[in-house]
Nanobody, 124 residues
Framework: QVQLVESGGGLVQAGDSLRLSCAVS????????MAWFRQAPGKERNFLAT????????YYGDSVKGRFTISRDNTKNTAYLQMNNVEAEDTAVYYC?????????????????WGQGTQVTVSS
């Protein structure tokens, strides 16, 4: 059974930086493409970024391009989301996700495994 556990969320001020972590257990982590999504109250779950399972290619959603960076450490079975210059609009629950399929997927339905989410609140 695959488990994803996010950590690193919290309350920050606009302009601050924050790093989220996603620890994966239960299967061979290096076989997964990893991604980050977020969901604000009353809104759909939105794609933020994804990183490939093999060569570390990355792809970002327009809303976070240039501010957020996705990375992974295969020795620790962990993916990260570095969030810089956060804005009040970044307030949401942040989820990591994993899938075996094609790299570059942005639809949440393409991801089989999900973490429980971590709350990020940005005060202005």
């Amino acid at each position: 059974q695959v488990q994803l556990v996010e950590s690193g969320g919290g309350l920050v001020q606009a302009g601050d930086s924050l790093r989220l972590s996603c620890a994966v257990s239960g299967r061979t982590y290096v076989n997964f493409n990893m991604a980050w999504f977020r969901q604000a109250p009353g809104k759909e779950r939105n794609f933020l970024a994804t990183i490939s399972l093999d060569d570390g290619r990355t792809y970002y959603g327009d809303s976070v391009k240039g501010r957020f960076t996705i990375s992974r450490d295969n020795t620790k079975n962990t993916a990260y989301l570095q969030m810089n210059n956060v804005e009040a609009e970044d307030t949401a629950v942040y989820y990591c996700a994993a899938q075996y399929g094609l790299y570059g997927q942005t639809d949440p339905h393409d991801y089989r495994y999900w973490g429980q989410g971590t709350q990020v609140t940005v005060s202005s």
